[in-house]
């Protein structure tokens, strides 16, 4: 798993639709540095996973996308991706103290039951190979007012002050620079555990919904090497989960 390393270059903007969109724009134009951050005070169509929206008060907290620039990197190792991101913003979340912190499979960062932030990572495939991945991280830290959101919260509403959000910034791609530096030598057992101690909910009985919408109750016991999600239920013993085949009400 090869990955080439270039200096962090940073692009402010006021607003855009959404820093992930923007960043592929500008990647469709020109070969860009590893680490290209676009960070904006309002993203006006901010996505989450499949397309679900992401709303934030302008100014107040953290929209941004990195581009992560391989060699050529295997998309059957997508996980890998997707739990070392995760786990850099955890890592970065328990260091300020954050109370109650996990991750939501896949990726969804949570305070208790109230979810804080968002990521979502699109990759772009040259032939058979990944070539770059953008990574988009919606983080909640200094808005108050969520409207008619439930099971939402910020760094405000938790630690109880404001935060600077360059210096988080920084943080936060620090953080994710040194974990994505583990791909060349990580084994999958030792990830897995690594995300696993934290996975939201495991091991606790939880209800959920499947995309027929059937309900059934079962156990989070853990992720496989593809990336699903494993739950055991009485009824139906162990089954795996692609994203958004599977909805959790908690």
């Not at 592929?24 to 960070?39: E, G, N, R």
Request: hydrophobic content about 40%; charged content about 25%; some cysteine.
């Amino acid at each position: 798993m090869c990955f080439s390393r270039h200096t962090m270059h940073i692009i402010k903007l006021d607003a855009t639709e959404s820093t992930n969109t923007y960043l592929k724009a500008l990647l469709s134009k020109d070969d860009m540095s590893d680490y290209t951050i676009v960070s904006a005070k309002a993203q006006l169509k901010g996505r989450g996973q499949m397309g679900t929206e992401w709303t934030s008060e302008k100014g107040k907290n953290l929209t941004f996308s990195i581009l992560k620039v391989f060699e050529g990197f295997d998309p059957t190792q997508q996980v890998f991706l997707n739990c070392l991101v995760s786990l850099a913003i955890y890592k970065t979340l328990k260091v300020l103290k954050v109370p109650g912190l996990s991750i939501k499979w896949p990726n969804d960062i949570m305070s208790g039951n109230q979810k804080i932030c968002g990521i979502l990572i699109e990759n772009i495939v040259q032939g058979a190979t990944i070539k770059n991945t953008i990574i988009g991280i919606g983080l909640n830290v200094n808005q108050t007012d969520f409207g008619k959101l439930k099971k939402v919260s910020s760094l405000k509403l938790l630690l109880g002050n404001d935060s600077d959000l360059d210096g988080l910034l920084i943080q936060i791609v620090a953080k994710i620079k040194k974990e994505l530096h583990r791909l060349n030598d990580i084994s999958w057992s030792i990830l897995k555990n690594e995300y696993g101690e934290v996975l939201f909910r495991k091991d606790e009985l939880s209800t959920f919904t499947r995309n027929d919408g059937t309900s059934f109750s079962g156990y989070i016991r853990d992720i496989n090497k593809a990336g699903k999600l494993i739950v055991q239920s009485r009824l139906s013993g162990f089954e795996e989960f692609a994203q958004k085949e599977i909805r959790l009400l908690y």
